[in-house]
């Protein structure tokens, strides 16, 4: 059964692509909690980080060249932002494709809540 990523990246439902290459595609977070929030997630459908294979690794370094550039274009390259990959229930993970989310276009706050 596809990931609705995996629905967006063979563009069968539609989403707000800012780029998109053989191995990677990056859409805007439809429900972004920030200025700047899009997804950067692989073509190929790897559920999560612990999914992840040695023939993989050349794709993931390219999620980072693809952040990097994709920062720069949405003009939070200088003034900062956060990676962010959720993997498994405690992180909160909904959708069991691999992504990167990258945020930022105000102040991000720490990095995580204190215990309550
Ligand atoms: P995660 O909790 O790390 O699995 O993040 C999943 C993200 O996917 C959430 O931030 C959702 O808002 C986002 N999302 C879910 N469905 C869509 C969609 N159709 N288009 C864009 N983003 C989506």
Redesign the pocket.
């Known amino acids: 059964m596809p990931t609705?990523f995996a629905k967006?990246i063979a563009k069968e439902?539609p989403?707000s692509i800012v780029y998109q290459d053989e191995l990677v595609t990056a859409?805007?977070?439809?429900?972004p909690v920030a200025p700047v929030h899009i997804?950067i997630v692989p073509n190929v459908e790897i559920a999560s980080t612990n999914d992840v294979l040695p023939e993989h690794e050349q794709m993931l370094g390219h999620l980072f060249t693809v952040a990097k550039q994709v920062a720069k274009e949405q003009g939070v390259a200088e003034s900062g932002y956060r990676l962010i990959v959720?993997n498994g229930s405690d992180s909160?993970?909904?959708?069991p494709h691999l992504?990167i989310?990258l945020i930022g276009g105000r102040k991000l706050g720490p990095l995580l809540q204190a215990r309550d």
Not at 27 to 31: S, Y
């Open positions: 609705i967006i439902i989403a859409f805007k977070d439809i429900n997804l959720n909160g993970q909904e959708v992504h989310h």
